[in-house]
């Protein structure tokens, strides 16, 4: 037994023929791109495309200043750095040498004494 909605071959052959006559008419219906409505449109995208690059530009040109700047702050903080080590180690070559006088007048000074003593004893004896 046959279902009533059952298409035949013929039936759903002209089907196929009709929604592809209507979709050709849709598509020669559609505005050409010489029609007034379609270039504003055109001119509309065209002008949020330019207006989009602008502010992507301005935002390359914000984010390059600001590269710019924090390289500047870097080497600042870096120049900064290089001078208080440089300070340092002048402070530390300057104790090392405080420290090397002290110990050569000390030295010098228990010399001093070695040598007294060893006078006073030849001055005895004689």
Do not use: C, W
């Not at 070559?93 to 000390?106: H, S």
């Amino acid at each position: 037994m046959r279902h009533p909605s059952d298409n035949g071959f013929a039936e759903r052959r002209n089907a196929a023929a009709d929604a592809k006559r209507q979709l050709l008419q849709k598509f020669a219906s559609a505005p050409k791109a010489t029609d007034p409505e379609m270039q504003e449109k055109r001119a509309a995208r065209e002008a949020v495309s330019r207006a989009r690059e602008a502010r992507r530009a301005e935002r390359e040109t914000l984010k390059l200043a600001e590269n710019a700047r924090i390289l500047a702050e870097a080497a600042q903080l870096a120049a900064a750095a290089e001078a208080e080590e440089r300070a340092q180690a002048e402070a530390r070559e300057v104790e090392i040498a405080d420290r090397v006088a002290r110990v050569v007048a000390d030295e010098a000074a228990r010399k001093a004494e070695r040598d007294r003593r060893y006078a006073a004893r030849k001055a005895r004896r004689a």
